[in-house]
T-cell receptor, first 111, second 114 residues
Framework: EADIYQTPRYLVIGTGKKITLECSQT?????MYWYQQDPGMELHLIHY???????EKGDLSSESTVSRIRTEHFPLTLESARPSHTSQYLC??????????FGEGSWLTVV | QKEVEQNSGPLSVPEGAIASLNCTYS??????FFWYRQYSGKSPELIMF????GDKEDGRFTAQLNKASQYVSLLIRDSQPSDSATYLC??????????????FGKGTHLIIQP
């Protein structure tokens, strides 16, 4: 079982607000990822990191930003939330191998 | 053409029967293939992975890979109502630059009828 935690699990926020979705893993994984998934749709990779101070954009363009100051922590920030940002955000991590483990997800609703 | 394609379903299978889920991928350089199960409102959980052509069995689950046909499948034997979920096929490309996260299909919604 993977030890990867996301907070908040559910968030309703007004347009224009700044939000940070937290993701932490206790497995010492070097690689971490953020995926975005709309209901009934496929997951899209929006950010990834290979280690401390390493961040890259994924396949799907996103207005969010990420940081990786510590190995175990990979927060995602939206400076000014919009209704189009309403989605589920899934954090994931892996060691050098292929198996990617997911956190429980953060459901964001922007009103 | 999408990179990973799955029939979105729903696929309805009687309890106790074999459920067969199919996936095709476009990148011939793909090396690793994964099946995840996702219950509604939950995050994906890994069921199986396969790297080599042929079959790989784990309990009631069998993954099948045919790289020549760019095709991967998942068989679920003795289907149970608890198997009702969306099954996501995921593919990892070769490493060597760029994101090495998984590319997911849209998923097949499986319903096991009691």
């Amino acid at each position: 079982e993977a030890d990867i935690y996301q907070t908040p699990r559910y968030l309703v926020i007004g347009t224009g607000k700044k939000i940070t979705l937290e993701c932490s893993q206790t497995m010492g994984h070097d690689k971490m990822y953020w995926y975005q998934q709309d209901p009934g749709m496929e997951l899209h990779l929006i950010h990834y990191s290979y280690g401390v101070n390493s961040t890259e954009k994924g396949d799907l363009s996103s207005e969010s930003t990420v940081s990786r100051i510590r190995t175990e922590h990979f927060p995602l920030t939206l400076e000014s939330a919009r209704p189009s940002h309403t989605s589920q955000y899934l954090c994931a991590s892996t060691w050098a191998g292929d198996t990617i483990y997911f956190g429980e997800g953060s459901w964001l609703t922007v009103v | 053409q999408k990179e990973v394609e799955q029939n979105s379903g729903p696929l309805s299978v009687p309890e106790g029967a074999i459920a067969s889920l199919n996936c095709t991928y476009s990148d011939r350089g793909s090396q690793s293939f994964f099946w995840y199960r996702q219950y509604s409102g939950k995050s994906p959980e890994l069921i199986m992975f396969i790297y080599s052509n042929g079959d790989k069995e784990d309990g009631r689950f069998t993954a099948q890979l045919n790289k020549a046909s760019q095709y991967v499948s998942l068989l679920i034997r003795d289907s149970q109502p608890s198997d009702s979920a969306t099954y996501l096929c995921a593919v990892k490309k070769n490493s060597g630059g760029g994101a090495d996260g998984l590319t997911f299909g849209k998923g097949t919604h499986l319903i096991i009828q009691p």
